[in-house]
């Protein structure tokens, strides 16, 4: 029996999982009360072992079966004693992902690990299966107890720190384009894994590309069944869209709502804040901000009380608008000036880099065009396009990558 | 505060629901859009009689009581309905007014025949809280309150029971109710949109009766309740053109789909959704930070104000473009929704105003 009751209030379970942390954890050192230095993997097996790693997981699988209220009551005890470890049912897309479509062997030999240790990284996207996910080419071919994978992957990111990746792979070729693809947990410590940075037109090297020749993965760390990956793969890639479009908002709303925006700040430091022109492009960016703060609070409120997810799917979408009409009026707002760039010009640069980094939002994990498709199909029921490649083998599909060079 | 729970709240709604379902729908609408005063007077009654029309108005005054988020849940199925009956100058704005001046004991019977549905108000001036601003009204308040001089865009001035002039005079609004039964005249202005009717009054020394004791802060609130109000009966408007357009999108065919599986539209949907679901929440936001009296009131309802109106317009005019040629006729509902949201555009302060009020708000932030 847990020491954390589901039937109690919320004041109760707040009382209860401060308590232990008042017994565990030294808030003021960040770190375990009893161990001299924080060390992920320690402090982690001590919050799984209470159930609090994964609260809202049923106890027979290390969590304590709290509800997403309870969750946030636990999550915000943990950050009044800025201790880590929870909430990883929400964030650690891995373990999620076996937790939702791996076997009992595979959840009872892989979660503990998970949840305390490995970093997790993705290997969806290739350079031909961007938006078009289900297209992958990257081949996973059986060879007694293990599958041999062959292909390349791209924009994963923390690849070179991750011990295992969230694979698809294609395991049938005969089979349409959704029906043939496996998931694994793919070792990527490993000979046969060679991986690249990307230099992104920000400047940073966060995403990677991943070469894999003749890698192997044990056919026990299949995630799901043959050729059925693609339905694991979307309980994943729904987190994580949930995640990008939110990951903002909520925490921030006090200080957005109440202090003065920093593009205000540039509007006076340029000396355009008594432009009307700009006055109006100030007002409608800090508000498509507000309206998307007030849209994630009733997704939340619907959420909770309905169980509906159709305004959550709008947050990255409006997101994308916002940081790239920021960009812009900022870019505005310095004139001449935003074709400078470096450490001696933070305002061109920050400008600069704000405006690249917005397609990150409007690209990564599905585009404005592949959002826009989601929320007409999933939320408003508009029916799917005409899709050319449906119901025909894989090994049939027509693939191009287009042109990459100037001029 | 409010005196309605949120749940009497939905229970109130649901009946209002049906009601205008049964009593409101589009072939009553149209026929009515005929008639003197573009609406039936008995639905107008028979909002009184389920305690709608005196939402906002004190229990001491025949009223129930509620806050703006009742109005605005109200506001809302109106909008939906596009019924134009005059409710925000009626129901909230006027009774605002006076019950917040001096004489609200002496006007107690207007108060509750308003709540009764025995009495209309119309609101006109070139103040900023007449509905339709005439900025070339050229009224003139003259000895002992009689007043003098022409106004337009008077919603409903024909056939209201009161007028409720608001007056800009030497650097402050001054309120006064004139009676019907005074003599000033009256000739009806013809509007884009078919059922609502705008009016010319030009007064000659007409008696009114002062408002007297309002200060600027009650005129300020009086008026954000009002935009408040409007921005839900937006809401309300484009949710239903919007559901509509969708339902349009999937039953009609060409090239052998359905024209909603074409990205080119789909696309456009999407967007359209983003921009009915935001306006929903910046219209709640507004009500709610009114009926809690948030220090922060006016930047909500300034940012509900141009949200609204800009959603009521796109959603409106995407709403003929994804229809296509049946959306051209005049028998298909959606140029009614579109004339309905361009006349609201200017409605209590258009768009650019409400974004340089609100854009006011943050420069004044610590």
């Known amino acids: 029996m847990s020491q954390f009751d589901t039937d109690a209030s919320p004041e109760a379970l707040r009382v209860a999982v401060l308590s232990w942390l008042d017994t565990h954890w030294d808030s003021e050192n960040r770190r375990p009360l009893t161990e001299p230095t924080y060390e992920r993997r320690h402090w982690r097996q001590q919050v799984l072992e209470a159930g609090l790693a994964v609260p809202s997981w049923p106890s027979e699988w290390f969590g304590l079966g709290m509800t997403s209220a309870q969750c946030k009551v636990i999550e915000k005890a943990f950050a009044e004693r800025n201790a880590p470890g929870t909430g990883l049912d929400r964030y650690h897309l891995g373990a999620i992902t076996v937790f939702k479509a791996g076997s009992d062997a595979l959840k009872h030999e892989m979660l503990p690990e998970l949840l305390t240790g490995p970093i997790c990284c993705l290997l969806y996207s290739e350079p031909n299966a961007g938006s078009d996910l289900a297209g992958i080419r990257t081949r996973a071919e059986r060879d007694g107890e293990q599958y041999v994978i062959n292909g390349q992957k791209v924009w994963t990111s923390n690849a070179r720190e991750a011990d295992y990746g969230m694979l698809l792979a294609r395991t049938d070729w005969d089979a349409p384009k959704h029906r043939g693809i496996t998931f694994f947990l793919f070792p990527m410590k490993q000979p046969g894994v060679e991986i690249r940075p990307i230099n992104q037109i920000t400047g940073e090297s966060e995403f990677n590309e991943i070469f894999i020749e003749n890698a192997v993965v044990p056919e026990r760390f299949m995630i799901g069944n043959l050729n059925e990956g693609w339905g694991s793969f979307q309980t994943a890639i729904a987190y994580e869209r949930l995640i990008m479009g939110q990951g903002i908002t909520g925490r921030r709303r006090n200080s957005a709502t109440r202090s003065r925006p920093p593009l205000l700040e540039l509007a006076e430091k340029t000396h355009k804040l008594n432009d009307p022109v700009i006055r109006q492009r100030l007002a409608q960016a800090l508000a498509y901000r507000e309206v998307n703060n007030l849209n994630n609070e009733r997704a939340m409120t619907e959420m909770m009380t309905k169980g509906s997810m159709s305004l959550m799917s709008l947050s990255k979408l409006a997101m994308s608008r916002i940081q790239h009409g920021e960009a812009a009026i900022a870019t505005d707002l310095l004139g001449p000036e935003a074709l400078l760039d470096g450490p001696d010009n933070s305002d061109a640069a920050n400008t600069n880099f704000d405006a690249a980094k917005a397609y990150m939002n409007s690209i990564g994990g599905g585009t404005d065009q592949i959002q826009r498709n989601i929320i007409a199909e999933k939320v408003l029921g508009l029916p799917k396009e005409h899709e050319p490649d449906k119901g025909i083998a894989f090994r049939e599909v027509k693939s191009g990558t287009g042109p990459r060079t100037t001029g | ?366």
Request: charged share 20%; aromatic share 6%.
């Open chain 2, 1 to 366: 505060m409010s005196t309605i729970q949120e749940s009497e709240r939905e229970e109130i709604r649901e009946a209002l629901v049906r009601f205008l379902r049964a009593e409101a729908g589009e072939e009553r609408l149209r026929e009515c859009m005929q008639r003197d005063r573009g609406y039936d007077d008995a639905v107008w009654r028979q909002l009184a009689d389920m305690g709608l029309l005196g939402i906002t108005i004190s229990e001491a005054y025949g009223g129930i009581g509620g806050s703006t988020l009742d109005a605005a849940m109200v506001a809302a199925e109106l909008g939906r309905s596009l019924l134009p009956v005059p409710f925000i100058e009626t129901c909230v704005i006027a009774p605002a007014l006076i019950e917040s001046s001096d004489v609200a004991e002496k006007m107690g019977e207007v108060l509750s025949s308003i709540a009764q549905g025995t009495a209309t108000i119309a609101i006109g001036g070139n103040a900023t809280l007449a509905p339709y601003r005439d900025a070339t009204c050229t009224l003139k308040i003259e000895d002992s309150n009689r007043i003098s001089g022409e106004v337009s865009l008077v919603m409903h001035g024909a056939h209201a029971d009161y007028l409720l002039l608001a007056i800009d005079s030497e650097s402050q609004t001054r309120c006064f109710m004139v009676s019907a039964d005074t003599e000033y005249a009256v000739e009806e202005q013809t509007a884009n949109d078919p059922a609502l009717r705008p009016a010319t009054i030009r007064l000659n020394c007409a008696r009114g009766i002062e408002l007297t004791g309002l200060k600027p802060d009650d005129l300020e609130r009086v008026r954000l309740q009002g935009v408040a109000t409007l921005s839900a009966l937006q809401t309300g408007a484009m949710r239903a053109m919007f559901e509509i357009t969708v339902d349009y999108l999937k039953t009609r065919y060409q090239f052998g789909r359905p024209i909603g599986s074409f990205q080119a539209l789909k696309h456009i949907a999407a967007d359209l959704f983003l921009e009915v679901e935001s306006a929903t929440s910046a219209a709640h936001a507004a009500a709610n930070a009114l009926a809690s009296a948030d220090s922060l009131a006016a930047r909500s309802v300034a940012l509900a104000g141009f949200i609204c109106n800009d959603a009521f317009r796109d959603v409106s005019a995407q709403a003929i473009q994804l229809h296509g040629g049946i959306a051209y006729t005049r028998e298909h509902v959606a140029h009614l929704y579109w004339r309905r949201a361009r006349a609201t555009l200017s409605m209590l302060g258009d768009s650019n105003t409400h974004r340089e009020a609100y854009l006011s708000t943050w420069e004044t932030a610590a």
